[in-house]
């Protein structure tokens, strides 16, 4: 568990990271759908119906991350 001050300290660079607008920062391990479909060579839409199916059973998880996209800022689905 963290200490107050930790937790104090995250939740203000998370502050500052919405009213600069910055990327957030992908974890180790997770694949957004563009990874996902080189990998797989398959579509978009393929690939996230298997995710969601996957999703669903259990066996992968999902986060949302703020990224840039066409001058925008936007959420991304990562996947592991």
Known sequence: M???EVKAQRLLEQYYN???KREEETP??????????KA???????????????ENAGKVHRILLRKARNKRFTK?????
Do not use: N
């Not at 991304?76 to 592991?80: A, D, G, I, L, N």
């Open 2 to 4: 963290e200490t107050p």
């Open 18 to 20: 919405l009213k600069e």
């Open 28 to 37: 180790e391990g997770y694949m957004s759908i563009e990874q996902l479909m």
């Open 40 to 54: 797989f060579k398959c579509t978009r839409g393929q690939v996230f119906r298997m995710m969601r199916k996957l």
């Open 76 to 80: 991304v689905s990562y996947f592991k």
